[in-house]
């Protein structure tokens, strides 16, 4: 029998992450020009919510289908590095403070902790201890801890995807009542602004359209890797001029 499925109706791989990119260059601006109390704010605020899952879903495919896992770790390192730099100039002119290395950085630390669930014969407390670390060192990174959770569940829940979402979503759902009562503890008539966070489940409906494809050109993975400092620094640019 043939595949009845409208094919309208589902993304590759490089579809899936061009939307991601779309929803992080709209999010990025936002932070840079646009008020995070406005209804622009905001909505630009909840589309951006959709990167980071979408980014940690592949991070974990990509752990699957890479043929030398090696140099993507290697690879993610150096261009955590890179884009660390990158993101401290748009956040901060360049003055590194706390919180200052990125999502790469996050993301390569999710990608170790895969690695090390499912590429070691270690005992289950030391691979849990080894992720509690990785959490803790995530908080130097952009999206601590959710963004080491979500990669590392979405690869052990691979093949369960009703198993991944459900992980994921108690995730973020965590996420988004943590940035609530924070923001509700600094100040407490601007709890609201927060609220966009709860976009991240908007990824949900998004990853569920996923062929299993990789699409796109076969070096399109460059495209992906660049982009995100070289927007960082970009847009830290032209705020420098503004």
Not at 131 to 141: A, I, R, T, Y
Not at 211 to 217: A, E, H, S
Not at 226 to 232: G, I, Q, T, V
């Amino acid at each position: 029998m043939g595949d009845d499925r409208d094919r309208s109706l589902v993304l590759s791989a490089f579809q899936l992450k061009l939307i991601a990119v779309a929803a992080m260059l709209a999010d990025h601006i936002a932070w840079a020009f646009v008020p995070l109390d406005s209804a622009a704010g905001q909505l630009l605020h909840i589309v951006g919510r959709i990167t980071a899952p979408v980014m940690c879903y592949f991070l974990a495919e990509g752990f699957f289908h890479t043929r030398d896992l090696k140099k993507y770790l290697v690879r993610m390192f150096l261009f955590s590095l890179a884009s660390g730099a990158a993101f401290s100039y748009f956040e901060w002119g360049g003055r590194f403070r706390y919180g200052g290395m990125g999502m790469i950085y996050t993301l390569f630390l999710g990608l170790l902790a895969i690695t090390v669930w499912l590429k070691t014969s270690w005992p289950v407390a030391i691979k849990e201890g080894i992720l509690l670390l990785l959490c803790l060192l995530s908080l130097e990174g952009d999206w601590p801890v959710a963004g080491v959770l979500w990669p590392w569940y979405f690869a052990v829940y691979r093949g369960w995807p009703n198993r991944q979402f459900r992980a994921f979503a108690i995730v973020a759902a965590i996420d988004v009542l943590y940035y609530l009562l924070s923001a509700w503890a600094a100040w407490p008539a601007m709890w609201w602004t927060q609220l966009c966070q709860a976009g991240v489940f908007l990824a949900i409906p998004l990853l569920k359209r996923y062929d299993g494809t990789l699409g796109g050109p076969r070096k399109g993975k460059w495209f992906f890797y660049l982009f995100y400092p070289a927007h960082l620094l970009a847009l830290g640019w032209i705020r420098s001029l503004l």
